[in-house]
């Protein structure tokens, strides 16, 4: 199922993946920065800011489906 990078879907994939990676390596880093401190693990402050940038991802990721889907 090969679709063109110009459809919704894709487009939405697409941002999908990379703010997965964002979100991932944004998760990463607050991991290290707790952990540095002391050895410290997350709070709920850490927690609620990757919750925000996770809903962040999607909410970009439909928006850019949504363009892609009025463009056709």
Known sequence: MSQ???TPFAKFVSTLKIGVVF??????GFGLARYLEEGKRFDTGSW????VLAVAVLVTAVIRALVATQRK
């Open 4 to 6: 063109t990078p110009d």
């Open 48 to 51: 609620i800011v990757i919750a």
């Open 23 to 28: 979100v991932v390596v944004s998760l990463l």
